[in-house]
């Protein structure tokens, strides 16, 4: 064992000190002997400067001549007689100048005696000797070569014994106060001290009696080094330990380190008057003022180079090595044979292994929990403690952070340095601050980061006062504030920065670590809190987790329930920022400052991302893609989103927003609610946004996912975007419809949610990217201001049809085609009429919806404006017969046979105009329709007879005319047919050929059938009841009727029906006269309307009669003859045969 192996001599001299010194002041009261002995030198020497009178009697300081000046001036008269009392008081003072220099050589030279004296051992074995036994170790120790001394100081802090403890802690002050007395010191240090010029070895250089200033620079060596090694002065291993040793005995009072209690004497008077001296009390109420405007600079570095020592050995720090004595000896924190003493023995591994042992439900005792936060909350504050960051983030602090370095600012500026996009920091900086992140454990105490707790203090009050304080669901009730109003800005800026190192390792976040470690175990093969692996590093842990969390049962190896409620937790934060995500920022980060640059709001830059989805590299698109995928299945990911939503959930999604299972369920409510008045523009925008992005992958929508998964791979392979998908699907359907296939190919879970899929589709024209894509001109030049959503911008290119570019002319009347076929999918008519289809047609399917709003249009219940949606439709209409299912399969055969000049002239993507509905509406009136085909083309005469809008080819050649002539009644608000009996009674004064035609065939309809002419239909309504209720309509029947009994004078009509009737007949004669009977069918039509039509077919008869009778005549007459001309040809053929066999015979 060596000489001076714990302790240095040092102490051996305090406890003889305080037992001779009270030996010798008694003696000299009794007038007993002398005290010769510690008057003299080493080796029998005697004291320099000390009378020769006083050497044979008891011996005080304050008789001495060198120091007799300073005594009177500096010490209380009370202490003279004491000489302990007189060397504390001389050696405690301000300012060593004060003291002559004959005075300091005198006290030099006094303590230096007591500590190479013998006697002070037997003096320690009288005044110890109920300790020593206690203590078996000491006990052990051999006598006479200082080792007792050294190990009762080791274990001073188990000294019950009241005087060996009293005299153990008086003189290790004296002691400590020259680092020469301390036994091997000097030799251990001789050559570090020369190296870094941290004063004199030799006695006659430098005589002072306190040198606590060469310990502080051995010190500040040390940790220079450690902060910069290579470029500093390395100081021996030995010295090394000897200072750390020398700082560990001075931890429990801060007057055993000299230079510190220098520096810090006036400061302990303004922050710590009231602590008490012992078990490093001072310390620690120094340490927690460290950073107040009052704390003098000197003071400051002295306490941050006590506690630089105490990072690098945490013994150094008397109360946190007591407190938790017990615990690292529980948890074998210190007995880790792979370790080196040194790193052993540093702050950071107590602190890792105390956590560890917390984090995995372990009992740590409270006073070790508290000194442990202490220490936390310390490095925290400084950064400087932490010699890693000081050497690898140099240049980034003086760059960017210089000036910051009080309270965790300089801290958390690297941390804002380190997040940002701009200032990236170097890989081993980096590494350093998650590394501290991970010693200091904020994620458990927001208290801890002092700079985030100043800053939030008060959100804490006011949004999250409910939660314990020091309770880590501090930080996530933070998070869920994060961007609200209740957030402000400083607490956000900290926060973000706090939390972008801790969503780096997963162990950082106590409670998903305390529900996940038995899961991460089990399915990612994780190893202790403080362990990492190449093959599972903290950062991959997570990504872990949640692709296990939303697994199906089938699909196994799921996360246990707690835990995957705290995965969501944090997948909902880390959708507030993308920074939050690590491995979505590393694979993203140039994609990110590609398309994202000027993406700087809170969740732009995910939701700018999946807006470029097709556009970003490999890595970054799967990564983009499997969290959007997550957030299909599970939308209250999106935190954001949710928040926005938080009133239409409230009021329509609540019972589907309390399930702990979303399965898409939430965002299907959201999207069928999109327009209920609780729904405010972000979250509108939110879902319309999340809608969009489903179509660029079917993957996208959870729901149709699962319910047409098997059915895309069968039918759609290798198709993605969700448009075609669906397009492939329904084409699919259809055909296995139209073909009545006994089984469907598709399966009926997904042609239901195909179904869905499609209504949502039709609320916003961006929902079909091929229709929008053709339109986009034509909807900033027509619809600039009309809004997306609710089907608005598709609605104003229906009106604004006519002057679409053809290609967007084209798309939209094929999407009127798709929605007339199925008016479900027509999203307008469906909200405007909603209550109106609950009201009259509750149990019509949906191809037939449009029709049952048709027939109850005119009801008196009808909505106004569902009536004016029902109008809108009928004229799309009546533009083209392809725009009317029922109309197309009622004329299937009329249409080809009567009109087939119109449809040579047609296209597919182009309407008629209505000219093949004009066409069979001319047959009608000819009576040659099929009767499915004339009773649908009945029911459009009597809707475009109300209303003039509804007959296409009247509006396109009228509008002059109308404008002109009947622009009161085209003005009027309920169309009753004013309009087309305004033409016909100005038939005269229409210019226009093409318009005055088109009327012409209104009044040649209307003498088919009375229905299509409701003015005419309304006059004589009465009269029909009485007259012709036994006629069926149709086929001009009823008006030939009343044309009877306008012509019976024992009939008498109304008023009104027989002035209307007359005006009809005047109508005709004139259209006879201006447009005459194209055909026998139509003559025929025009005699039996005719007024006079008795007259015409009395001499129509006369006429044919007296054709009779004049061939009857010129039959008899002609008769015979006619006999002789057929007999002539028969008595030619003999005479011609007769002669030629006379001629043969006379040949003969």
């Known amino acids: 064992m060596a000489a001076c192996r714990r302790v240095h001599l040092i102490l051996l001299l305090m406890s003889l000190t305080a037992c001779l010194f009270s030996t010798a002041d008694q003696r000299q009261q009794n007038g007993n002997g002398n005290a010769r002995g510690i008057l003299q030198q080493p080796g029998g020497g005697n004291l320099p400067g000390v009378s020769q009178s006083r050497r044979a009697a008891g011996w005080k300081l304050a008789e001495e001549e060198a120091c007799r000046e300073d005594l009177t001036r500096l010490c209380p008269k009370h202490t003279w007689n004491n000489n302990l009392a007189v060397l504390e008081c001389l050696q405690d003072r301000k300012d060593e100048s004060e003291i002559s220099a004959a005075c300091n050589h005198l006290l030099w030279n006094y303590k230096l005696n007591l500590t190479t004296d013998p006697k002070f051992e037997s003096v320690a074995v009288e005044v110890c000797k109920t300790t020593i036994p206690e203590i078996k170790e000491c006990a052990e120790e051999p006598r006479g070569k200082g080792y007792l001394v050294s190990c009762l100081v080791d274990h001073r802090s188990n000294i019950s014994e009241y005087q060996c403890h009293q005299y153990i802690t008086k003189m290790t002050t004296i002691i400590y106060s020259d680092y020469r007395l301390i036994c091997g010191f000097m030799d251990k240090c001789r050559d570090d001290i020369n190296a870094l010029h941290c004063g004199s070895i030799n006695t006659g250089e430098k005589d002072l009696h306190s040198q606590g200033e060469v310990i502080a620079c051995l010190e500040k060596g040390l940790v220079s080094e450690a902060e910069d090694p290579g470029q500093r002065q390395e100081v021996k291993d030995e010295c090394k330990k000897a200072i750390l040793r020398v700082a560990e005995l001075s931890s429990d009072d801060f007057h055993l380190d000299r230079y510190l209690y220098f520096s810090c004497r006036d400061d302990r008077e303004r922050f710590c008057e009231n602590t008490q001296a012992g078990e490093g009390r001072v310390y620690k109420c120094l340490f927690n003022h460290k950073f107040e405007e009052a704390m003098t600079e000197k ?179 933070l998070m869920e504030h994060l961007y609200t109003e209740k957030m402000v800005e400083d607490c956000e800026h900290r926060l973000l920065e706090l939390q972008y190192f ?160 979303d399965s898409g369920d939430l965002m299907e409510c959201l999207v069928l609610n999109k327009h209920q008045k609780e729904m405010n523009e972000k979250c509108a925008v939110g879902v319309t946004h999340f809608q969009l992005l489903q179509m660029k992958d079917f993957r996208f929508s959870y729901k149709f996912k699962m319910a047409c998964k098997e059915d895309v791979l069968k039918l759609c392979p290798n198709i993605k975007k969700k448009i075609d998908v669906v397009i492939c699907l329904s084409t699919t359907v259809r055909n296995d419809t139209l073909q009545d296939a006994k089984e469907h190919r598709v399966a009926l879970k997904c042609r239901k949610q195909l179904r869905v899929e499609e209504l949502e589709m039709s609320e916003d024209i961006r929902l079909e990217p091929e229709l929008y894509e053709s339109c986009k001109q034509d909807i900033s030049r027509l619809c600039p201001n009309v809004a997306f959503g609710n089907a608005q911008v598709i609605e104003c290119l229906k009106e604004n049809k006519k002057q679409l570019t053809p290609i967007c002319h084209q ?281 006079s039509k008795n007259y015409i077919l009395f001499m129509m008869a006369l006429a044919v009669c007296l054709l009779f009778l004049v061939g009857l005549l010129c039959g008899r007459i002609t008769k015979r003859v006619t006999r002789e001309l057929k007999d002539r040809p028969l008595v030619s053929s003999y005479m011609i045969l007769f002669n030629g066999e006379e001629r043969r015979f006379c040949g003969l």
């Open 299 to 477: 003071c400051r570095d002295a306490l941050t180079t006590r506690q630089k020592l105490i990072v690098q050995d945490y013994k150094v720090s008397y109360s946190l090595a007591k407190a938790c004595k017990s615990d690292l000896r529980k948890y074998r924190c210190n007995a880790d044979a792979n370790l080196p003493r040194a790193r052993e023995a540093r702050l950071s591994y107590l602190l890792l292994c105390l956590e560890s042992a917390v984090h995995r439900g372990r009992v740590v005792s409270g006073e070790c929990q508290g000194e442990m936060m202490d220490y936390r909350r310390m490095l925290m504050e400084d950064f400087s403690l932490s010699p890693e960051i000081v050497l690898h983030c140099r240049s980034e602090i003086e760059t960017q952070c210089s000036g910051l370095h009080r309270k965790g600012r300089t801290l958390h500026c690297l941390m804002r340095v380190g997040r940002s996009d701009k200032g990236v920091v170097d890989e081993m900086c980096q590494r350093s601050l998650q590394n501290l992140i991970q010693e200091a454990d904020p994620g458990a105490d927001y208290r801890i980061d002092r700079a985030l707790n100043e800053a939030c203090e008060s959100v804490i009050q006011t949004a999250c006062k409910h939660i314990r304080s020091g309770d880590p669901m501090i930080l996530s009730c």
């Open 502 to 661: 801790i969503s780096r390792d997963w162990k950082l976040d106590p409670i998903l670590y305390r529900k996940c470690q038995g899961d991460a175990a089990r399915l990612c093969h994780t190893h202790g809190w403080n362990e990492t692996s190449e093959a599972m590093p903290p950062g991959a842990v997570f990504s872990c987790l949640y692709r296990h969390a939303y697994r199906t049962e089938e699909q196994g190896r799921r996360l246990s329930r707690d835990c995957k409620v705290e995965v969501q937790r944090i997948l909902h934060q880390r959708a507030l920022d993308v920074k939050l995500d690590p491995e979505l920022q590393k694979r993203c980060m140039t994609d990110l400052g590609k398309w994202c640059s000027e993406k700087t709001e809170s969740g732009q830059e995910l939701e700018c991302l999946q807006d470029h989805l097709e556009d970003l590299g490999t890595d970054c698109r799967d990564i983009v893609g499997n969290l959007t995928e997550l957030e299909s299945e599970d939308i209250q990911i999106e935190a954001l989103l949710i928040r926005a939503c938080e009133p239409v959930i409230q009021s329509h999604c609540h019972e589907v927003a309390d399930n702990q299972i």
């Open 811 to 1091: 798309k939209v009347f094929k999407l009127q085609e798709v929605e007339m076929m199925d008016p479900e999918r027509d999203y307008q008519l469906m909200r405007v009429c909603k209550q109106m289809i609950k009201r009259f047609c509750p149990d019509s399917d949906a191809k037939s919806m449009l029709q049952c709003l048709k027939q109850n249009k005119n009801s008196e219940l009808m909505d106004p404006k569902c009536k004016q949606m029902i109008t809108k439709r009928q004229i799309t209409q009546n533009t083209d017969y392809r725009l009317n299912p029922v109309l197309r399969k009622a004329c299937k055969a009329d249409i080809p046979k009567f009109c087939q000049s119109v449809l040579n002239k047609a296209t597919d993507d182009s309407e008629l105009e209505g000219q093949v509905i004009s066409c069979l509406k001319l047959k009608y009136a000819d009576q040659r329709l099929s009767p499915d085909c004339e009773d649908q083309i009945r029911v459009i005469l009597q809707e475009s007879a109300l209303d003039y809008r509804l007959d296409p080819q009247l509006q396109m050649h009228c509008t002059d005319e109308i404008s002109r002539l009947c622009a009161e009644e085209a003005a009027a608000q309920e169309q009753t047919g004013q309009v087309e009996e305004c033409l016909k009674l100005n038939l005269l004064k229409i210019k226009h050929d093409p318009c005055k035609k088109e009327v012409l065939n209104i009044l040649k309809e209307s003498k088919a059938d009375i229905f299509v002419d409701p003015v005419l239909h309304t006059a004589c309504a009465l009269d029909i009841k009485h007259h012709c209720a036994a006629i069926p309509p149709g086929r001009g029947r009823q008006m030939s009727c009343l044309m009877e009994a306008l012509g019976d004078k024992r009939v008498r009509l109304q008023p009104e029906c027989k002035k209307r009737l007359q005006d009809r007949i005047d109508m005709w004669s004139y259209a006879a006269k201006v447009a005459p009977a194209e055909g026998f069918s139509d003559l025929a039509t025009q005699v039996l309307l005719s007024p």
